[in-house]
């Protein structure tokens, strides 16, 4: 169960897509309409690697909302609890991607009407993990009631994840947020987000302070692959270097692994190579979900990931 964040990501790709203003046009590689929001890329993600995966999210009565359902949908994505607002558009974000990097305009549109009361309990109860996406873009609505649902799931035998992502307001953390680590089992930051959560100089410092909430902390790092934290335990885990095309959702994709290794039972460093492989490999196509890979191509990149303790 995922959920989180659901708009359509307009990419737009080259090598200098800056915009230049003063009604100045500028001609970039391409544009195009893809599968956006952290928690709909994480579903599909999963669902690529065999996850029977349902997606709790708010989108408008609008062709954006039309398109986000049908396109999860084809994936395999159960968008039966996906509430549709009448009285909002879909959110929407316009993607600026230079290969490794990328700049990220939003509008939230429907995306923050998200509550808890949106979170059907009878879904809580079947799913096996649950995981949030986007904290920070839902904190308003669903942040009262998060702990709630955490605590629910996990009192159900579920097991549970959090990636807060960017924070826009730049607040980062509050006792609200603390109390929802407290009931992650693991907390999936990248290397910015860690640092700004935490307040610490370094990732070490970082992890470790996050860590003291009482989750397991994976830190992203991008081609340097991720870093574990399990209490007193630590390690680096990485896969060989891939050559993207976009890294566009490559961290959600990599929360779909590291999720589908935990479900399998593997430890964490090794749900991590998995988290890796799946993130890595989804940087060879525009786009978020396009180059997502099945559990068999996944699984023979992470079995040639590198482990540091």
Known sequence: MVIGDCNPDVLVLGDDVTPAFGQQEKLVDAVSLEIGGSAAITAVAAARLGL?????AAVGPDP????????????GVDVSFVAVRD???????????????RAILTALGAIASLTAADISS???AR??????????LLA???????????????AAGATTSLDTNWDPSERWRDERLSAAIAQANVLLPNEAEALALSGAASVDAAATALAADGAKVVVKLGAR?????DGPARASVSVPPVTPVDATGAGDCFNAGLIAGLLQGLPLTGAA???????????????GTASAPDMATATDLAKLASVSR
């Open 225 to 229: 692959g991720v870093l574990c934290v």
């Open 273 to 287: 190579a998995l988290g890796c492989a799946t993130g890595a490999l989804s940087t060879g196509a525009p786009g």
């Open 52 to 56: 029977k995966v349902a997606l709790v």
């Open 64 to 75: 954006a909302g039309t398109f986000m359902l049908d396109q999860l949908a084809r994936e």
């Open 87 to 101: 009285d909002a558009p879909t959110g929407m974000t316009v993607a600026l991607s230079r290969g490794g990097d």
């Open 140 to 154: 308003d609505s669903l942040g009262p009631g998060l702990v709630a649902v955490l605590a629910s799931a996990r």
């Open 122 to 124: 009878s879904l809580l």
């Open 127 to 136: 799913a096996r993990h649950v995981h949030v996406s986007s904290y920070f």
